[in-house]
Each structure stands twice: as C-alpha cells, then as structure tokens.
C-alpha cells in the first residue's frame, strides 16, 4: 500500500542493515526519495528517526523510483558518504533487482544493452527513451520463474540510469507489471509497479566481506511472484 499523510510509513522497523557507515533500509513503494515540484511526503521526512545517536541524519547515496521497493543505502556522515559514493560510481556496488514483467523473453538470460536519453529537453522530466545518442546503459538478466503471462526476472543493472530498468524491459517487448510510464500499468486502482530492489552488495570494508542487504518480498509482489514459482514462505 502507498504511503498517505493519514497512514505515513514507519522507517524504523524497515532498517535491514546498520553500522558506523551504512544505513540500508527497505524502502516502501509510493515514498519518493526525494521532494518533487508537486510537493507531499518523501522519504527526507522521516531521515531524522535513523540518526541513531549521531548529531545529523542520514543521506541517501542512490536513488530509488518512488513505486520501487527494497534495498537503499544511506551514508551516516560526510565521509561515509564520500566512500559510498565512489563505490556506486565506479560500479564496485551490486544490485539486484526483481521484477514482474508482462509476456517475457524467450531465452532464459541475456543482457540488454542500449543507450538512453531524456523523451523531452524539460530539465524537471524524468521521463527516459532509448536512443543510440544517449549515455550508455547496461543490464543482465535472468529468468526465476514463469507464468502463462508473466515473467519473474532477476535484474543485474551494471549501469545506473534512470528508469534504465524499465525501460530497458518495455524496450525488449516485456514491461515491467503495473508501470503506468513505459507500460499499460494505472497508478489508480492497479497492482503496482512489479519492481523490488532484492539485495545489495557493497564491498565497503577492504579487510571484511562485503555488506550484503537483502529486502523482503513486498506485499504487493508476492501473488504475482507466486504464479511463477515463488516457494511459499520465502522472506
């Protein structure tokens, strides 16, 4: 269920991972990260609660979609954020993504690498094509589970554009379930954009294993997952 001004999301509890660095938490599907032109509740309302003790809050390192669940990290201070910065910016950070798709390919994993560029010169739209004039995107994936009409993919994007997921799978011929942008989904009504960020691994420490996140199944996920073979049960 989206967030509302009558029902806000509790952070707290959503807190996967935790130490003098990193914060990761599951975020919940319809809280943007961050304050839009339109106004509402964003996901900075609440960074104040996940101080823990520390004299300024958190700040985010990536970014999410406002209806993309799951796994996002937050710096706990200035030089913790410089760290995690470089290891988004030089692709040292994994992220694992699930998504529902509409149909879905026929091979079972494959990469899909196209190039993508602003739809409009508007500096306040987000909205994304693919254009071989456009910066470089790159994203592996593979298939979980299958339905008659769907498609449970595990998503490994290598570059980190924006809506680079969605697009990239509208652009193959396979939306992503319930994107009301790049496919035949209705943000009123609907099930939701099908998009989990599952796990993150960030190797954060050079003498420790890296920090692995993994968020669970969203409520609004799990029927579809299950169709397509999801075990019961799983977190």
């Not at 694992?96 to 390919?105: F, K, N």
């Not at 592996?140 to 809506?163: C, I, K, M, N, Y």
Request: charged share 25%; glycine share 10%; hydrophobic share 40%.
């Amino acid at each position: 269920m989206s967030p509302t001004a009558a029902n806000p999301p509790d952070i707290g509890p959503r807190l996967l991972y935790r130490d003098a660095l990193l914060l990761v938490i599951d975020k919940p599907a319809g809280l943007p990260v961050h304050p839009g032109p339109k106004g509402g509740e964003t996901l900075t309302d609440h960074l104040d609660a996940l101080r823990f003790g520390l004299p300024r809050r958190p700040e985010v390192v990536h970014r999410l979609d406002r209806d993309t669940s799951g796994c996002l990290a937050l710096g706990r201070h200035a030089k913790a954020l410089a760290r995690l910065n470089r290891l988004f910016a030089t692709k040292e950070a994994e992220k694992v993504y699930w998504a529902l798709v509409e149909g879905g390919p026929a091979a079972d994993k494959g990469s899909i690498d196209l190039a993508l560029a602003r739809r409009s010169d508007d500096p306040r739209s987000w909205w994304m094509k693919a254009d071989p004039e456009g910066d470089p995107a790159l994203t592996h994936w593979r298939v979980l589970g299958r339905s008659p009409d769907a498609t449970w993919l595990e998503l490994r994007p290598v570059t980190g554009r924006t809506h680079q997921l969605r697009v990239h799978c509208a652009a193959m011929g396979f939306p992503i379930r319930g994107d009301a942008i790049y496919g035949s989904g209705s943000r009123v009504g609907g099930p939701g954009l099908q998009l989990h960020a599952r796990k993150l691994t960030l190797p954060l420490y050079p003498k420790k294993p890296p920090v692995v996140a993994e968020a669970p199944v969203p409520g609004h996920m799990r029927a579809g997952l299950a169709e397509c073979g999801l075990a019961e049960g799983t977190a």
